[in-house]
């Protein structure tokens, strides 16, 4: 979303600036804009925005942006790699994870903050693909028994562990106007994996199918 | 959700001839957070409410030191949860408090209504015509029974879902019911019904039969206790296997006596008298307490999906004992 | 422009501003509020046909007094929202699960969708719009905005009920305490993380 805003925000800049050069009468190469303000960029012959809409007599300027294509000849990959840290309690089979460690290529990074809560999102989402989440159905009937959120469990706040964001590559500009790649679903894609391999450290089961469930963990020790 | 008659009472008497006279049309209805979703869903379909909330009395404790603590049925679980006495001497009771559900429920759910809640069993919960509801079969004995009963179980392979009714079954708490011929007063072990009794209630409770109070005796002085809940999920689950443990300690050396009580494994909250006994002198070692785990819950019959609850239990029921040590 | 020296923390505005969409949809709960207010509910009473079974009750919510009929299986969130308009309260699993529907019952946190609005006769009730004074945002939801405790939103106005029941019976809880208080608010999104640090900053703010 974030180039087809960009690439709007460019034509309404546009816009204004050839608006700009009706009014101050020059050429619109010459004129400089710079924090709501055009100028010539020696300051002697200056113009607000809001100045420049009062004069254009609109009530609003309307732009439509859209993503660049993807170029051609360039691969474009999200690159990430996650490292889960899990605690697996072998008389109860529960998997605690204590920590994730996420380090992605996302790009520029335009705003730390809400990266860091995709960041969360993802992995939570993953960690709960690995341990939580789980549509039961019946099989004679194929009515699904866990239409709820009590027997559906997503996680709450008593399930996330530490996580650790490491933000790596640099700004692209080959893949968008803003060089960005973006993150909500690439975060969710290696922790399953991380977290099954972290058991698979810790006590040497390969554990095959999603969710982990400690019944699993259990059934596999005691080979039940 | 269908529209009912909400009916106020002001006495226990008052709410209990109500119930005779309206009879299976009628539902007794304390928090009703659990109520609520059975009527939302249809699974219950009763046309009268018999609200108990306006009843005084009812939801207070307290405590004596001779006779021990009295909880009123319409107490809420927060209060107990926050009970200063119930925090320093019946351990068991707080820690089972603290697990139920979430705050929000908590602060809604009474101790008459969590003893009295429906099962969980999702072919009960979902649209199944299961034995439970009145049908012929139970769908879970050749379905998914992951959470089902691994002893006790037929024709019906509910777990009851209490985890109050543990803690104070592992306590032998006393449950003092009212009805039109007078109040009675009987162990809470008493309390509870098998499938095989009774397929389509979870208590003994005939109509018009309200819980009251419950007495809890005073603990000893070496009385140790812990309740732990084995969920999925860091908080709003049910057990998947519960254990309750009441023991008097002498030296942390050995066990004078015990009791255990386990959720998550019966048809009502389980304890199992020959590992009682077992109890009585156990020295507080790891070798001596597996091995009196070894017998524990014999007669099980697992399902397809939860024979994991055996080992589960068993190690949950070691570690419990060897954390009062 | 804003005068500086009125205002110390973020204004409603500086938080439409900032979060930047939703500005309609903002404005219209502000005036159905004012509506609900101006209009008697005896007014809107007689528009309405009721069963047999309907009662009346008295209910206090975010300090102002009403009275109402209700059916009886009208749930409190079903009142808050239908006949007051409090929309900020969400109805998300409506069975008691999720905790968007979370409202402080005299100061407890209780899900208003698992409960009748007939038990709620006689109780004073805060909803989320209850903790604005005019357009001044209370220190929760400042420190939601501050911290990011939100990737969609939806379960915000719950997740800040919690907190702000948390906070009034626990002014300076601890990290357990905070992830206890909190356990009753699913997340779908699991902004977890930034949920807690608004918490925790809140406290820190209103301790001050």
């Known amino acids: 979303m974030t180039p087809a805003v960009y690439d709007a925000a460019l034509q309404i800049r546009k816009k204004l600036l050839s608006a700009a050069s009706a009014i101050l009468e020059l050429l619109e190469k010459d004129l400089v804009y710079s924090e709501g303000t055009i100028s010539d960029g020696t300051n002697t012959k200056k113009i607000t925005i809001q100045e420049v809409i009062d004069k254009m007599n609109v009530r609003e300027i309307v732009a439509a942006g859209a993503r660049n294509?993807?170029?051609?000849?360039?691969?474009?990959?999200?690159?990430?790699?996650?490292?889960?840290?899990?605690?697996?309690?072998?008389?109860?089979?529960?998997?605690?994870?204590?920590?994730?460690?996420?380090?992605?290529?996302?790009?520029?990074?335009?705003?730390?903050?809400?990266?860091?809560?995709?960041?969360?999102?993802?992995?939570?989402?993953?960690?709960?693909?690995?341990?939580?989440?789980?549509?039961?159905?019946?099989?004679?009937?194929?009515?699904?028994?866990?239409?709820?959120?009590?027997?559906?469990?997503?996680?709450?706040?008593m399930d996330y562990p530490e996580i650790e964001v490491i933000t790596v590559g640099e700004s692209d500009n080959m893949i968008s106007a803003v060089g960005a790649k973006g993150i909500g679903e690439p975060a969710i894609i290696p922790t399953a994996g991380a977290i099954a391999n972290a058991i698979f450290n810790a006590t040497g089961l390969r554990m095959k199918s999603l969710p982990i469930t400690p019944d699993k963990i259990l059934n596999e020790i005691y080979k039940l | 959700m269908k529209n009912f008659q909400y009916i106020n009472p002001t006495s226990i008497k008052e709410a209990s001839n109500l119930m005779i006279s309206f009879g299976e049309s009628a539902l007794l209805y304390a928090g009703g957070t659990d109520a609520l979703s059975l009527l939302k869903n249809d699974i219950y379909t009763h046309s009268k409410i018999i609200n108990l909330k306006k009843i005084g009395g009812l939801n207070s404790i307290t405590h004596n030191k001779t006779s021990g603590i009295r909880i009123g049925s319409l107490t809420t679980i927060s209060e107990i949860a926050k009970d200063e006495t119930i925090k320093s001497e019946y351990k068991i009771l707080h820690e089972a408090a603290n697990e139920i559900a979430s705050p929000q429920l908590r602060n809604i759910g009474t101790l008459g209504g969590n003893l009295c809640q429906s099962p969980r069993c999702w072919y009960y919960r979902e649209d199944f015509d299961c034995i439970r509801k009145g049908g012929g079969e139970c769908y879970a004995y050749e379905g998914r029974n992951k959470f089902h009963c691994v002893v006790g179980g037929g024709p019906c392979y509910i777990v009851h879902p209490s985890d109050m009714a543990v803690a104070l079954l592992a306590l032998d708490a006393k449950v003092i019911i009212f009805s039109e011929v007078g109040e009675r007063t009987i162990p809470i072990n008493e309390l509870y019904v098998l499938p095989s009794e009774n397929s389509s209630q979870e208590t003994i409770l005939k109509p018009g039969e309200i819980i009251k109070e419950i007495l809890v005796a005073p603990p000893g002085q070496n009385t140790r206790s812990s309740y732990i809940k084995f969920k999925e999920r860091g908080a709003w689950d049910f057990a998947s296997v519960s254990v309750g443990l009441v023991l008097e300690i002498v030296a942390a050396k050995s066990i004078i006596e015990g009791k255990a009580a386990f959720g998550g494994v019966a048809p009502r909250p389980w304890t199992d008298d020959k590992f009682n006994k077992k109890l009585s002198g156990l020295a507080l070692n790891e070798t001596s307490v597996s091995e009196a785990l070894n017998s524990l819950l014999n007669d099980s019959e697992t399902l397809s999906e939860n024979a994991y609850k055996l080992p589960l239990v068993k190690n949950l029921t070691k570690r419990s004992i060897l954390n009062l040590a | 422009m804003e005068d500086k020296n009125k205002k110390k923390g973020l204004s409603r505005r500086d938080f439409l501003k900032r979060t930047g969409t939703g500005v309609a949809g903002s404005y219209i709960i502000l005036s159905d509020i004012n509506e609900a207010k101006s209009t008697s509910s005896s007014e809107k009473e007689t528009l309405k046909t009721f069963s047999s079974y309907a009662q009346n009750i008295s209910i206090t919510v975010n300090g102002q007094d009403y009275s109402f009929m209700v059916e009886p299986n009208t749930t409190l969130a079903e009142l808050l929202r239908d006949e007051l308009k409090l929309t900020g309260t969400k109805v998300v699993c409506n069975h008691g699960e999720c905790g968007g529907c979370t409202v402080l019952m005299n100061t407890k946190a209780v899900y208003s969708c698992q409960m009748l609005a007939m038990d709620a006769d006689g109780k004073d009730i805060i909803t989320i719009e209850g903790l604005l004074k005019g357009e001044e945002l209370h220190p929760l939801q400042e420190a939601f905005v501050e911290q990011d405790g939100m990737q969609c939103g939806f379960c915000t106005p719950g997740q800040i009920m919690s907190a702000y029941a948390l906070l009034l019976n626990n002014p300076q809880p601890n990290k357990q305490e905070i992830l206890k208080g909190m356990s009753g608010n699913i997340c779908r999104c699991s902004a977890y993380p930034n949920i807690v640090k608004s918490v925790e900053e809140a406290a820190r703010k209103m301790n001050k």
């Open chain 1, 69 to 157: 294509e993807n170029p051609k000849g360039y691969m474009i990959n999200s690159f990430g790699a996650q490292f889960a840290e899990v605690e697996v309690d072998t008389e109860t089979g529960r998997v605690t994870v204590l920590k994730i460690v996420a380090a992605h290529d996302i790009g520029r990074v335009i705003n730390r903050k809400l990266l860091e809560n995709q960041f969360h999102g993802g992995i939570m989402q993953g960690l709960s693909y690995a341990l939580l989440e789980e549509r039961i159905m019946d099989e004679y009937t194929g009515k699904v028994l866990t239409t709820n959120l009590h027997s559906y469990k997503m996680p709450t706040v």
